[in-house]
């Protein structure tokens, strides 16, 4: 008995700590924003533009890498701050922007992003009036002023837009102006998004524990789960369903034997969601020190995930209560008192007998007979 209490506690702490692990190693949440960190070798240069008299500067397509691996092209919208390849930068949405200039223009900079490189082909730019000898540098110089003339006030010299290149002036100024002159205001799709909700649901077994309504905007590919033998993973009317068939809005169950034990388990589900151009990402405590922010030029496939956990105690034991009747008490019939049955009759004796009685009296009889018959010899003798 000394030992027990300890015993107890020692596995308290072990299961406590096992939990915890359990927790650290389960994969992030869909809802945690997508990040990554600005790749300072790579992207591609497009043709430097003259922005003041004395200020030309270098657009660059910039590599952007997600945590899952997966690469982005992205433009700046800071055209005085300096990036940083060593920070790692969080998507946020536009009002999360520390400029006013940003937040009023944000639409028309995702309009720009939608309709130049890399989301439009060259070729496809090259229909544009005045635009047939447009090449990819001049389209990346001249696409990036613009995003930085709504982003940063910031205007293309048109008395010599390109002074390293003058052969380009033409057509980094010709599509410079369209995309000013065009660009209307184009909302933000959705973030990529997998999620469950609750993360967690108790019930019964033989019930279904649930529901967990999952939100995605975007194909659900995979369902991995930890559960018991038995347990699967169901719609709202009991049926095991398929990764394939899970839609924004679906609701999920767990369906529990009824004789399983008490327990719990998991599962999580697994998809892509495309990181959509015009997806904003920015270093955190940008207030404390500042570092370049980003926009998607082009859409790309991220991996999301969420996971959700039930738990189930045993059914109730269902006991057989058996039911004695136990019979009414029988009414005794009435006691009557048989009358004498006459000597040398041959009904049943039901009475009290008179014969024991009689014998009785006759040995009485029979001994005074004899004592009287001794008394008489002794006088004659």
């Known amino acids: 008995m000394g030992t027990r209490f300890p015993m107890r506690r020692a596995g308290a702490v072990l299961a406590a700590t096992a939990a915890a692990l359990t927790l650290a190693a389960m994969p992030a949440s869909a809802a945690d924003p997508a990040k990554g960190t600005w790749q300072e070798n790579g992207g591609k240069e497009g043709v430097r533009v003259r922005v003041s008299p004395t200020w030309v500067t270098e657009p660059v397509l910039s590599d952007f890498k997600l945590s899952d691996g997966s690469m982005l092209q992205v433009y700046c919208v800071e055209i005085h701050v300096r990036a940083s390849s060593e920070r790692e930068m969080v998507e946020v949405p536009w009002d999360q922007h520390p400029t006013d200039r940003f937040k009023t223009n944000s639409g028309k900079i995702n309009w720009i992003l939608h309709n130049s490189v890399p989301r439009k082909k060259v070729e496809e730019l090259q229909a544009l009036p005045g635009l047939s000898d447009l090449d990819e540098k001049e389209a990346i110089g001249a696409t990036q002023a613009a995003i930085w003339h709504f982003s940063d006030g910031i205007d293309v010299d048109e008395s010599d837009p390109t002074p390293f290149a003058p052969n380009s002036a033409k057509d980094v100024l010709a599509l410079y102006k369209h995309l000013i002159a065009s660009a209307t205001e184009i909302a933000p799709k959705p973030e990529p998004e997998l999620k469950i909700s609750p993360e967690s649901a108790k019930g019964t077994a033989g019930e279904l524990v649930g529901p967990f309504k999952v939100a995605t905007n975007g194909p659900v590919a995979e369902i991995v789960d930890s559960l018991p033998d038995g347990v699967t993973v169901t719609d709202k009317d009991g049926k095991e ?91 005794p019939a009435p006691t009557t008192t048989p009358a004498p049955t006459p000597q040398g009759s041959d009904l049943p004796d039901t009475g009290a007998s008179i014969l024991v009685p009689a014998l009785v009296g006759l040995g009485l009889v029979g001994a005074g007979a004899g004592a009287l018959i001794y008394q008489r010899r002794r006088r004659n003798a």
């Open 241 to 331: 369903i398929a990764a394939k068939d899970i839609k924004d809005g679906a609701e999920l169950f767990l369906k529990v034997p009824a004789d399983a034990k008490a327990g719990d388990g998991s599962f999580t589900l697994k998809g892509m969601s495309q990181v959509e151009v015009g997806r904003l990402f920015m270093v955190p405590n940008y207030a404390e020190k500042r570092a370049q922010s980003l926009i998607v030029a082009k859409s790309s496939e991220l991996k999301v995930e969420a996971t959700a956990k039930g738990e189930w105690k045993a059914a109730p034991v269902t006991t057989t209560t058996t039911t004695t009747t136990t019979p009414a008490p029988t009414t």
